[in-house]
């Protein structure tokens, strides 16, 4: 005899929908580099905008945040010693 009363939040599903966003959408705050994912922005956000770069060349003092850039500097400016 009870009747079945399923509580049903439309308004959650709109609000669930309108926080999918696409990919490309989560600029970041600080340097407003365009994020895919809002846990990339967040993690650069905490990780490496505004930070000193980290990685140092060992042929001068040009500074790198990634190896692979620093890979990259070293193979082109320093080519000769190397
Ligand atoms: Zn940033
Ligand atoms: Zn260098």
Known sequence: ???MNIPYLPNT????QSNMRGPGEFPCPQCFKIYKYKRSMIAHLKIECGKE?????PYCPH???KNHHLAVHIRAIHKDII
Request: one cysteine or more; charged letters at 20%.
């Open 1 to 3: 005899m009870e009747t």
């Open 13 to 16: 599903l709109v609000q669930q």
């Open 53 to 57: 770069p980290q990685l140092s060349c």
């Open 63 to 65: 500074r790198s945040k």
